[in-house]
């Protein structure tokens, strides 16, 4: 098993280019807003963020930005709210929030807000419980959280709570634990945590852990290293982590690594890539993985930056 | 219909001479750079010049099809290809056509399911059996996808079909009882279905099929939290009920994976249920022979045998026992 290659990890996010497998990177290609958040927030928990050149990152966010004020997941494509996310977090870690309009940002939010205080991931207007932690969490970072109906908000993410304790995509969908960490995550950031039954989520987010130390994300799933950040953030969000096997779970990512060139799979074995490798790592730094540094849970940033976002420390 | 056979050559079409392709701008120096195949670049460099100049054409419309190929997780080539349906007025039941191949091949692509739900939405109730039909088709590939339970959800509610739901999910938990998906949708139709007259109306049915379920294999999670959800808002009746008690003590006397009976029968006891000596008996005998000597407290005795058989959470189970009312024992 070993320890975590940190140096391969950061070798691996620096030269992602040099795999030019044509799928991969085609698909890729309309989502970079993210794969810019997946890799710069792992260099960020590693450390190492100052290996890039910052300025060169922010002209290109910039450039995804629409008249909306919404960001697109790379230039000449349209807006969404997973990728305004991305964009405000990836600022975020560069301490560089000042160069937006943040009424803009928040004014493009709020006009993807429903009359049942749902929201919507674009103009197109698919709902799905995602998106209301994808609004919450981005206004929260703009000090913008006033520009919606907060308490439409937390009552649809109230009413997609199930029986078992867990939250689905829309009120009846199964519970999930990455719909269960967007919506346990915007309760938190609102200060709506009553809404969760604490002990029987965190007793069925603890079930989730299997015989190989990993978490899946539905009962009688195939463990995945980035329920490790799902499952994990939820459960200390609701004070309950101590109730999962740490130390097995520290060892199932650690297999997860590619020792040799660096990166993280979904499970031992399996090919490696960014979105798994971030997972990995904010997942072991939720374990207080020695020489990480600490991640927030609910906004998905490095505890430093959160702090100077809303103590200016 | 594969990806490689249609690709147009559009810098050698006359038909295309007209316009001037844009070249993908990736910025200074692209923090996740991403090397592209150049049929790829071609056909992307066109659909950002029909983009630009919102060219609602049947020829941008073929454009959106090869782009969708090559990619069909561009959400912004999605987009643009509803407009054009929209404006050149296409009959959307050849859209679905269209879509069938591709969703088969992109069964977790979030753009396909959501053009789904958007041609659906225009169709109306005319498109509710169309669509409950290509959901059953897509959960036959894989009856956990997560997108396809979503949209079925959608259509139930939005333009109906309630009907054979409840037999559907029968059909499925025959064929994987631990497949939660289906628990879950079974859960949807009887609390929300117009047709069955909600929890009430159908607890005493789904109770005996629980049971069943459950005695088929008492290590199957998803019928036991099913079994509480039963009783939502009724924690009297859940307590009271003789067939919620009485399919613990059954798994208790079994040889069988005891973990969910042993926690079934803890939380009926932390609720007010009073066990009579034959829990008391069938607990006993499940204590490891090294364990604690048996405490007169049975839930802590419950607790003791938990740390025992489920060591990956013992810390969950130690917690649930100094939860315990100490009042009771001694
Ligand atoms: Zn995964």
């Given amino acids: 098993m070993g320890e975590l290659v940190v140096d391969k990890h950061v070798k691996y996010i620096l030269s992602v280019e040099k795999r030019k497998d044509s799928f991969e990177s085609v698909v890729l290609e309309h989502l970079r807003m993210n794969g810019a958040y997946w890799g710069l927030a792992t260099l960020d928990l590693l450390g ?36 305004t996310l991305s964009a405000v977090q990836v600022l975020a870690l ?38 209301s932690y994808l609004a919450i969490c981005c206004l929260s970072i703009l000090h913008c959280l006033d520009k919606i109906n907060m308490e439409k908000a937390v009552n649809y993410i109230a009413s997609c709570k199930n029986v078992d304790g867990g939250f689905g995509c829309t009120p ?31 007793w069925w987010l603890c079930e989730r852990q299997v015989k190989s130390g990993g978490l899946n994300g539905r009962p009688e799933k195939l463990p995945d290293v980035c329920y490790s950040w799902w499952v994990l953030s939820s459960l200390i969000m609701i004070d309950r982590v101590h109730w999962i096997n740490k130390d097995k779970l520290v060892k199932f990512i650690l297999n997860c690594q590619d020792t040799e060139n660096g990166g993280i799979s979904d499970r031992p074995e399996d090919a490696v890539d960014v979105y798994h490798t971030y997972f990995g790592v904010a997942g072991l730094s939720l374990l207080e993985y020695p020489g990480l540094k600490a991640i927030d849970p609910a906004h998905a940033l490095p505890v430093d930056v959160v702090n100077r976002i809303f103590f200016q420390k | 219909m594969d990806a490689e056979e249609h690709i147009l050559r559009l810098s050698q079409d006359p038909e295309w001479a007209d316009l001037t392709p844009i070249p993908q701008d990736d910025g200074p120096n692209p923090v996740v750079p991403i090397a592209y195949k150049p049929d790829f670049i071609e056909t992307m460099d066109y659909f950002r010049a029909v983009y630009k100049a919102n060219e609602f054409s049947p020829r941008a419309l073929q454009l959106t099809h ?36 591709i969703s088969e091949r992109n069964p977790k692509n979030y753009q396909i399911w959501h053009h789904r739900r958007w ?49 559907y999910c029968h059909q499925l938990l025959e064929e994987d009882v631990f497949n939660n998906s289906a628990w879950n949708q079974r859960y949807f139709v009887v609390t929300r279905s117009p047709l069955l007259g909600g929890l009430e109306a159908t607890r005493e049915s789904e109770v005996k099929y629980t049971i069943e379920a459950i005695l088929g294999n008492p290590g199957n999670e998803s019928p036991w939290r099913y079994l509480r959800g039963l009783y939502k808002n009724d924690p009297k009746s859940w307590i009271s009920d003789p067939q919620v008690s009485s ?57 003791s045998i938990l740390r025992h058989v489920d060591p990956m959470r013992v810390n969950y189970w130690t917690w649930r026992k100094s939860k315990l009312p100490s009042a009771v024992s001694v």
């Fill in chain 1, 48 to 83: 190492k963020l100052d290996a890039l050149d910052s300025n060169e990152v922010i002209e290109w966010i910039m450039k995804c930005q629409h008249e909306s004020g919404g960001f697109a997941g790379n230039i000449g494509h349209d807006p969404h709210m997973l990728y």
């Fill in chain 1, 94 to 131: 560069f301490d560089k929030l000042n160069v937006l309009d943040a009424d803009k940002v928040a004014n493009y939010i709020s006009g993807l807000q429903n009359e049942d205080g749902s929201f919507s991931g674009d103009e197109w207007g698919e709902v799905d419980s995602r998106f």
């Fill in chain 1, 172 to 202: 009846g969908g199964e519970s999930h634990a990455g719909q269960i960490f967007c919506c346990v995550g915007a309760l938190a950031i609102t200060g709506s945590l009553h809404h969760v039954d604490k002990d029987l989520l965190g």
């Fill in chain 2, 66 to 101: 090869q782009a969708i190929l090559l990619n069909p997780g561009n959400y912004t080539v999605w987009h643009f290809r509803r407009l054009i349906l929209d404006a050149l007025g296409i009959d959307l039941n050849e859209e679905l056509n269209f879509m069938l191949g």
């Fill in chain 2, 119 to 167: 041609i659906a939405e225009k169709l109306g109730t005319d498109a509710a059996s169309k669509e409950l039909e290509f959901t059953r088709r897509m959960l036959s590939l894989d009856a956990k996808n997560y997108h396809a339970w979503s949209h079925r959800q959608w259509v139930l509610q939005a333009l109906g079909g309630w009907e054979n739901e409840l037999d």
């Fill in chain 2, 247 to 303: 399919v613990c003590l059954k798994v208790l006397s079994a040889e069988a994976n005891h973990v969910f009976a042993l926690s079934t029968l803890l939380d009926l006891l932390s609720h007010g249920f009073q066990a009579n000596q034959e829990f008391r008996d069938a607990v006993d005998s499940l204590r490891p022979s090294n364990s604690d000597p048996a405490d007169s407290d049975l839930a802590k005795t419950i607790c």
